[in-house]
């Protein structure tokens, strides 16, 4: 069975652009969370999607939204881009509402110039 | 201002032998726990899982600790191999639907 796939895997963008990444979760799964990670903050909770509704949603600035769509598929976005939005952007996949196993995706690596 | 990069602690140790690594937590309430393991360039992998109604859970060749009154985690790989070399995380779930908060992570360096 496929495992979760993040596209793309590599993005370079300029500041102010506006990024979408995408994300299908293992098939099957319900629970979308989306981390970023930074080298000088870690693994940081971005929201977390479950059928097609937003859950939870981490401290980020309102320029990064999500949403996920009927087939479980998630994307998310980030508008206005800075400079320290440069990172590895991660979506976890997992079964059922709360408390499951949770896999990761290999993360798409943005770069802001 | 310029940020700092987080100081990962180093294990390093001999191929063959076990590795121990551990994670403090700060919430009382948390209730699920789970380590993974993420090389250079990819995603986290997920390793083993630990409820909080267990204080042990075993897996292929690594075992998960869990001590609530002191809020510890640590997670244990007999017989270590030069591809156990990554950063490792624990992670920790409050019921909180799937919100997990990650710990700053470990690099293990095996030594062939």
């Known amino acids: 069975k496929a495992g979760v796939t993040q596209t793309p895997r590599y993005l370079i963008k300029t500041r102010g652009q506006q990024v979408t990444l995408s994300c299908s979760p293992i098939s099957g799964h319900r629970s979308v969370s989306w981390y970023q990670q930074t080298p000088g903050q870690g693994l940081q909770f971005l929201f977390e999607y479950f059928s097609e509704t937003q859950r939870n949603k981490g401290n980020f600035p309102g320029r990064f939204s999500g949403r996920q769509f009927s087939n479980s598929r998630s994307e998310m976005n980030v508008s206005t881009l800075e400079l320290g939005d440069s990172a590895l952007y991660l979506c976890?996949?997992?079964?059922?509402?709360?408390?499951?196993?949770?896999?990761f995706g290999q993360g798409t690596r943005l770069t802001v110039v | 201002g310029e940020s700092v990069g987080l100081h990962l602690p180093t294990l390093s140790v001999q191929e063959g032998d076990n590795s121990i690594i551990n994670c403090a937590y700060s919430?009382?309430?948390?209730?699920?726990f789970i380590w993974y393991k993420q090389e250079s360039g990819k995603g986290p992998q997920f390793i083993i899982d630990?409820?909080?109604?267990?204080d042990k859970r075993q897996g292929q060749r690594v075992t998960v600790l869990l001590n609530k009154t002191v809020k510890h985690l640590s997670l244990q790989i007999a017989a270590t191999q030069p591809g156990d070399s990554a950063v490792y995380f624990c992670a920790e779930n409050t019921s909180d639907f799937n919100k997990f908060y990650f710990g700053s992570g470990t690099k293990l360096n095996v030594k062939p």
């Open positions: 976890a996949s997992s079964l059922d509402q709360t408390n499951t196993e949770a896999f």
């Open positions: 919430n009382s309430a948390s209730d699920y």
């Open positions: 630990i409820r909080s109604n267990m």
